[in-house]
């Protein structure tokens, strides 16, 4: 059913690059911040934060793993500071607060765009009676939810803010698809995981899940199926075609 194993009851979707085109509002929040951050340190000659560097240490991941496992790269080591430390701190939490900020007032600035394929996979999904939760290392995802009105198709989170609370793992570990499998009462065998980021069709591997959907939305198939997808699609629209 919809391109997927019979096998497969329900469905985990990360947000940011396969529901939602967030994913390019993200690399460019980090790049912004990052790239201050390095200027400010190096002077004019310092060395910019690239898409291979958001591909590799950044994507997928909680934002305080994306910030640390970034500067670990550079040799850069970051006291962690505190949740409420704002933006000029140089501290793990700062840095992270910072980025944070500007993807705020991007999305408020211009808004979501929702993948259309994704939207009308959602609404098959629901009608042929699949599970569907979100899992995402975005604390915001809630707030997309709600301002795409895509949350009347979710049953149910697990986030940012929730990954925090209960102490889950970040991709690539496979703790919150895992945490997202139960959420739904299924076996990790009977559940899909739907991830555009290196890491996090690398934690549907190592969770054993029934079926791993890489979403490539930047030509970086290889890597997907490297890291662990059994298929690759450019959008969910190809899996509607499946039947
Ligand atoms: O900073 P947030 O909104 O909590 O998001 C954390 C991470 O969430 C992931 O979904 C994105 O792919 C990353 O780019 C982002 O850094």
């Not at 980090?30 to 340190?41: G, I, P, R, S």
């Not at 765009?113 to 979100?134: F, H, M, N, P």
């Not at 989170?157 to 703790?175: M, S």
Request: hydrophobic share 35%.
């Amino acid at each position: 059913m919809l391109g997927l194993p019979d096998s497969i009851t329900t469905c985990l979707f990360d947000l940011d690059g396969v529901i939602t085109d967030t994913a390019s509002v993200h690399r460019k929040a980090w790049k912004q911040m990052f790239d201050e951050y390095l200027e400010a340190k190096d002077g004019k000659g310092f060395q910019p934060f690239t898409e291979g560097d958001y591909n590799k240490y950044v994507d997928g991941k909680p934002r305080q793993d994306g910030v640390r496992d970034f500067l670990a790269s550079r040799d850069i080591q970051l006291p962690d500071g505190s949740p409420d430390d704002g933006g000029d701190a140089e501290t793990v939490w700062g840095l992270g607060n910072r980025k944070n900020t500007r993807l705020q007032a991007e999305i408020e600035r211009n808004g979501v765009e929702v993948y259309e394929g994704s939207r009308r996979y959602l609404q098959l999904a629901q009608e042929k009676g699949l599970r569907r939760i979100v899992v995402s290392s975005s604390a915001n995802t809630q707030m997309v939810l709600q301002v795409t009105g895509l949350d009347r198709y979710i049953e149910g989170r697990i986030d940012g803010v929730t990954l925090a609370e209960q102490h889950i793992k970040g991709k690539p570990a496979p703790d919150s698809f895992l945490a997202g499998a139960k959420l739904a009462g299924a076996s990790p065998d009977q559940a899909v995981v739907f991830e555009d980021a290196t890491s996090g069709v690398a934690a549907g591997r190592a969770g054993n899940f029934g079926f791993v959907v890489g979403v490539d939305r930047v030509g970086h198939a290889d890597e997907l199926k490297r890291n662990g997808a059994d298929l690759v699609v450019q959008d969910l629209s190809e899996l509607i075609q499946k039947g």
